[in-house]
């Protein structure tokens, strides 16, 4: 039973990793592509990283409850969100390179607060529909 309850644990770290990595895949794509839709391109990045976000608790903190990745995750997102109302040089060279910008952002809007949660919101409930199955699944194994 406990061989059988690891195998579940780690199809899980292994369903969230490739999660993270399609998240990653499509945000990077959403913000290079200009042949989609400009509602796409305006909206999707956001919300694919906060799913990203969503994802990367969901793995690291497999044991804990589906809630409780919603909750750190929106408030990680917020928390990243607000620090860009602060506006020192040191934290604006940091946004200024690659990994900086897309980690902290560049300059606080309101509508990505929303973006963020309508990405957390879409995967938590996609997460919880899931959750049940593989509740069964461990039960029957």
Request: with cysteine; hydrophobic share 55%; proline share 1%.
């Given at each position: 039973?406990?061989?059988?309850?690891?195998?579940?644990?780690?199809?899980?770290?292994?369903y969230?990793?490739?999660?993270?990595?399609i998240?990653?895949?499509?945000?990077?794509?959403?913000?290079?592509?200009?042949?989609?839709?400009?509602?796409?391109?305006?909206?999707?990045g956001?919300?694919?990283?906060?799913?990203?976000?969503?994802?990367?608790?969901?793995?690291?903190f497999?044991?804990?409850?589906?809630?409780?990745?919603?909750?750190?995750?929106?408030?990680?997102?917020?928390?990243?969100?607000?620090?860009q109302?602060?506006?020192?040089?040191?934290?604006?060279t940091?946004?200024?390179?690659?990994?900086?910008?897309?980690?902290?952002?560049?300059g606080?809007?309101?509508?990505?607060?929303?973006?963020?949660?309508f990405?957390?919101?879409?995967?938590?409930v996609?997460?919880?529909?899931?959750?049940?199955?593989?509740?069964?699944?461990?039960?029957?194994?």
């Amino acid at each position: 039973m406990k061989i059988q309850s690891d195998l579940i644990i780690k199809r899980k770290r292994i369903y969230y990793l490739i999660a993270i990595l399609i998240s990653i895949a499509f945000g990077l794509a959403s913000r290079s592509f200009d042949a989609l839709p400009h509602f796409i391109v305006i909206h999707a990045g956001d919300i694919l990283w906060a799913m990203m976000i969503y994802f990367l608790f969901r793995l690291v903190f497999l044991h804990k409850s589906l809630h409780t990745a919603f909750i750190l995750s929106i408030v990680f997102c917020f928390l990243i969100e607000f620090s860009q109302l602060y506006q020192a040089d040191w934290i604006n060279t940091l946004r200024g390179t690659l990994f900086g910008g897309l980690i902290l952002g560049k300059g606080y809007l309101f509508i990505d607060l929303v973006r963020y949660s309508f990405g957390i919101v879409l995967v938590y409930v996609v997460d919880k529909l899931n959750y049940p199955r593989t509740r069964i699944i461990r039960n029957n194994l």
